[in-house]
């Protein structure tokens, strides 16, 4: 079996690598935390089947393996307040209003996952509550000079700096990195007989 990660992301190879290391990384052409829906759920969800489908399809087409020996999981993730949305940054002045918006309050980081086969698709997301402490614009300009945040959905990063930034939470940390793993482990195993844990995939 070829398993696939439709991402390049640094903290979702860092993730995987956690679990296992015979996999494979293949970026998808489709961008990133794309706003396709205005429920947040839906959107994490369509956008990571499409990311998915695009690396299947890619892989298909360059022979990587059999049609049949084929498992591809992609994923998306969204930080919301309500129904506000929020990508990745286009800019520092992006940078700082996404983070005033969220300095003292809770907010959701959604992550919706596909996984697909030749014969079997799954889609699902996980949720996880972020409360910020309240920020000072100080805090955030110092934040935002580290360039850490500016490829990152809702312009922070829970697993460095961004830490600091961070009162509480509430759910599934790897979620808030950006892949639920766990979640993603159970699927893998009910649904596709892939064990993360085993030697071989």
């Not at 300009?141 to 360039?147: A, W």
């Amino acid at each position: 079996m070829k398993l696939i990660l439709a991402s390049s992301s640094p903290r979702r190879i860092d993730i995987m690598n956690i679990m296992s290391n015979n996999y494979t990384v293949m970026p998808s052409k489709i961008e990133d935390s794309l706003i396709l829906s205005s429920t947040v759920r839906i959107n994490t969800m369509v956008s990571a089947f499409m990311k998915a489908q695009d690396v299947f399809e890619q892989a298909i087409a360059k022979n990587i393996a059999p049609n049949n020996e084929l498992v591809v999981i992609g994923a998306d993730t969204v930080v919301s307040i309500g129904d506000f949305q929020f990508g990745k940054p286009k800019n520092e002045n992006d940078s700082f209003k996404m983070l005033k918006s969220l300095s003292g309050k809770s907010h959701e980081v959604t992550t919706g996952y596909a996984i697909i086969s030749s014969n079997s698709k799954y889609v699902d997301c996980v949720s996880t509550k972020v409360e910020f402490k309240a920020l000072d614009d100080d805090t955030i300009k110092k934040y935002i000079e580290s360039k850490e945040g500016i490829d990152k959905a809702g312009s922070y990063a829970i697993q460095g700096l961004g830490s600091v930034l961070v009162k509480k939470i509430e759910g599934d940390y790897d979620n808030v990195v950006g892949l639920p793993i766990s979640a993603i482990y159970d699927k893998l195993k009910e649904k596709f007989k892939i064990d993360l844990l085993s030697a071989e995939v």
